[in-house]
Every structure is written in C-alpha cells, then in structure tokens.
C-alpha cells in the first residue's frame, strides 16, 4: 500500500473499462473470492492506520462487488475488537458471487448488519463501501440517503476504490450526491478521476494497494506525473546566451501587467535575456522592479531570423490588439506560447487556426495554454462539455491543433498529438488569483528557453513547478507576483 501524493514518480491511471479488464485477468487467475479479501484486509488496516485509536466504526455497504470489500473490511475489523456497524444497501440475495460470499462471512463472524443505520453515536471513522466501477448513474433513494449521512459525519471518511457516486474517469459527480472522503483505497489501479475535476475534492488523500495484481501498463489511459528532471544547474563556462531569448508579447491598454508578469516568470524561469513588446503603446519602457527586462515595441515585425531563434509567449493581457500580431508570430516564432487573448483570438478566426496547425509540420512547437473557457472557444463547445471530461478535452484540441496543451484547473492536464496524456499532481485553490496564468505561460516560455527541452517536457515542469510553489505556499491567495519569487525558491538546483 503506498499512499500517492506527494508525487514522486510517474503512476499509471487506467479509466474503468481497463480496470474492469485488468479485475478480470485478475479474478481468472486468483483462487475464489481471494481479491475480495485481499481488499477487504488493506481496507481495515488503512483505517487502522489512519485512527489507530478508534473504537467505532460505520461501514456503509452498497449493492455490488465494492461493497463486498466494505463486509469483508468489517469482518477484519470486528475481529480487531472494534465496534463495527454495518449498513448494507441491497437485497442480500441479489448480491454477486463474491459479495454474497463476503456476506455469509461477516453474518457467521456476528457483525451487527442491518438496511438502516440504528445507531446515532458518531464512528470513530466511517468506510464507503457503496459504488464502485460498475455505477454509472447519479445515486438515488437509500444510497443517497446514506452518502448524505456520511457527508454530515464529523469523523474521517475512507472511500473503498472511489468515493461513491464519482465518475473514475472525468473526476466528476455523476449528481448532487457523491462522497467527501477524507482518504480514499484505490484498489488494483489508479483512477483518472481521483486527480483532475472535481476529484481531488471527492477523494481527500490517495492511496493505492495492487492486491498483488502485476498492472498491464501498455493499457494506461494517461499519466499521473512526479517530479520532473529538468534541473537549473548551470555550468561555469555558460552566458546569457546559453539561455536563449523570450519575447513576452501582450499588455495592451488597461492590462500591461499580465505582459510584465509573464516576463518576469520567463527571466525567473532562467531565460537569458527577457524582451517585452506591449501592445499599449503609451505604456511605460521600464519596469523599475525589474529593469532587466528589455522593452521593445512592436518587436514581433522583426526579422524572421530573430523570430525563429527566440521563444516566444504571446496573448497575456493582450486584448483585441493581439490579434495583429499572430500571423506573422504563427508564420515565424520558433517556440511559440499561446495564452489568454491569443488563444481567444485563434478560436475565432479559421485561417488564425490553419497557420498554427501548419506550424507542426515546419518543425515548429506550439504550447496553449487554455482555461476552460479558452478551451471551450477553441473546440466549439462548452465549459461544461470541457469540464465534464478534461482528459478527452485536452486530448481532443491537442490532435485538432497538432500541438501540446495544458488544460488548467484542478489536476491540469497536459496532452500532445500522438501521446498519453498526463495529469498534473500539484497545485491548489491558492492559485485561483488573477494574474497566476500569466505567471505559468512565462515561466513555461523562460523554461523551454533555457532547458533545451521539447515543448512537452517544458509544459510538464512549468505546470508541475507553478502548482509545487502553490502547495509549498501558507498563504492564500497567493499573489501573482508573490507567486513567481515562490516558484523560483521552489526551483530544482
């Protein structure tokens, strides 16, 4: 049993369907109801590691195979001497094979189990046994009625696989009534769902036992990615040069400080030297916190040369004004990041979208870097279609713009054309400030700049590294500004 985050390493994530698969070669191989009752047992020992001085115990228990594991839990637990309640959500003779099995047991170990709670003490910790994989609908009548019960509990909660009523491959509730665990078991794989949307909230804390089941990784429905490699160590003999060139083009009237907070993430982020082309054209040419940055309006008409060997971070504050700029950007920046206007921009005009999809096969990388919303205008769709299965989403606009992307939100995603997607384990609610996007989009551009790694890889550490400060962070909100001298403490050396 390992717990999760903070992540580490790289873990697996299969959706439902390869679970399901993977349960059943399982299952075919394993003598009768013996994955049961492996799960059964890391399921009490978790919830006696997590309340070793617990005297009681509520396990709710639900009509299929999840909620086996909960009798079967209880089973383990009763013998520990707690006191253990069991209520079970389903006609007992309609249960599965293994669960009517792990039910004979709990009754023959005279575990007190009953269709209603009769007990009005409140558990040292309570176990959601009541859906698993095999729901796919909003949870109604007595299951409703008791993941209401366990959402009013004061004492921990621990979810058996998923918290009930949590679609395992979007992170979203399949309705109004889903689990808020404290921790959740996941059993033999890791779920998507459990690290982007609305997960994260759902399943508190993460653990994983593979019942001794080898996982087939070649079946992976994406990434849950760890710490990155790419490192800011710097040789003697290196210059500025080494580092290459950002050019921050955005800042038009009444939104110059989106532009200067993106350069300052790329000069933080290590690149070279910083330049910053405002599309405010009465804007000042100094920034006195930060007079390294060196401005230069309308530097996007440089040459092409000088385009093709800078990377460039196009569209912070950028307003309707960026809109000029991004044919000749798309036609000739060697490293191209899209953000906020930029991307709005693209979403509305078609020929705006064949330059950038074009630049793929010049040998030019592109990152985008969408909220939802920008994710929404880009695949015409809705935030709500975006939100309901983040995975898809980012999968889907990174193959139409034949690009890397990074779907911001909880558990941002990074996908590219052609690759398994990946969920980003860090961050919180403390970046949910405005300026913050700004922030990642330059620090990604001045990290693709000095590292010398492709587009992915680039995208990969920003984003772990803007949500690694967030997490590091006791403050909330987390100021933009603040934000970037916290990533740069946070920075590998």
């Known amino acids: 049993m390992e717990r999760i985050l903070p992540a580490v390493r790289d873990w697996a994530l299969h959706d439902a369907a390869h679970s399901r698969h993977i349960e059943q070669q399982a299952l075919a191989q394993a003598a009768p109801q013996m994955l049961m009752r492996r799960a059964g047992t890391a399921v009490a020992a978790l919830a006696r590691a997590l309340r070793p001085h617990a005297r009681s115990v509520w396990v709710v228990c639900g009509p299929g195979n999840n909620g086996g594991d909960g009798l079967e839990a209880a089973v383990h637990l ?10 079970l959500t ?32 409140v558990p040292h910790i309570a176990i959601d046994a009541l859906l698993g994989l095999g729901t796919h609908r909003a949870p109604a009548a007595e299951i409703a009625q008791c993941i209401g019960q366990l959402n009013a509990l004061p004492c921990p909660v621990l979810a058996v696989d998923l918290p009930s009523g949590l679609n395992a491959d979007t992170g979203q509730p399949y309705g109004e009534h889903c689990v808020t665990a404290t921790q959740t078991l996941a059993l033999l794989t890791l779920k998507p769902g459990l690290f982007t949307g609305s997960g994260r909230d759902h399943a508190g804390d993460v653990w994983l036992d593979d019942l001794g089941v080898a996982l087939d990784l070649a079946q992976r429905t994406a990434w849950l990615g760890g710490a990155t490699g790419i490192s800011a160590t710097r040789r003697h003999v290196q ?55 060196m401005f230069r309006p309308t530097w996007w008409q440089d040459s092409a040369s000088a385009l093709g060997d800078t990377t460039v971070v196009c569209g912070c504050g950028g307003g309707e004004a960026v809109r000029a700029t991004l044919p000749r950007l798309l036609s000739a920046a060697g490293r191209l990041v899209l953000d906020a206007d930029a991307l709005n921009a693209i979403a509305a005009d078609s020929s705006l979208q064949q330059l950038l999809i074009a630049r793929r096969s010049r040998g030019r990388q592109t990152v985008l870097t969408p909220h939802p919303l920008e994710a929404a205008r880009l695949l015409n769709t809705s935030t709500s279609a975006v939100q309901a299965d983040r995975l898809a989403a980012a999968q889907q606009l990174a ?3 034949d690009c890397v992307v990074v779907l911001k939100g909880s558990g941002s995603v990074i996908a590219a054309a052609g690759a398994t997607p990946l969920i980003n384990p860090t961050g919180n609610a403390a970046l949910a400030t405005a300026g913050t996007g700004d922030v990642l989009a330059g620090w990604l551009g001045g990290c693709w700049s000095a590292s010398g790694a492709d587009a992915q890889q680039a995208a990969r550490h920003a984003t772990w590294l803007h949500g690694h400060a967030a997490d590091l962070c006791t403050a909330a909100p987390l100021r933009a500004a603040d934000l970037i001298e916290a990533m740069h403490a946070a920075s590998p050396r």
């Open 90 to 121: 389903a006609d007992p003779a309609r249960l599965p094979v293994d669960a009517a099995a792990a039910l004979g047991r709990a009754t023959a170990a005279g575990v007190p189990i009953s269709a209603q709670r009769l007990s009005m003490e």
């Open 78 to 87: 009763h013998a520990a001497g707690l006191q253990v309640e069991v209520t």
């Open 399 to 401: 193959e139409r713009m």
């Open 239 to 293: 210059h500025k040069g080494s580092f290459g060139d950002v050019a921050v083009v955005g800042g038009a009237a009444g939104m110059v400080g989106a532009a200067l907070l993106a350069a300052c993430a790329a000069h933080a982020a290590g690149a070279g030297r910083v330049y910053v082309s405002l599309l405010d054209d009465s804007a000042s040419t100094l920034d006195p916190q930060r007079p390294e940055l």
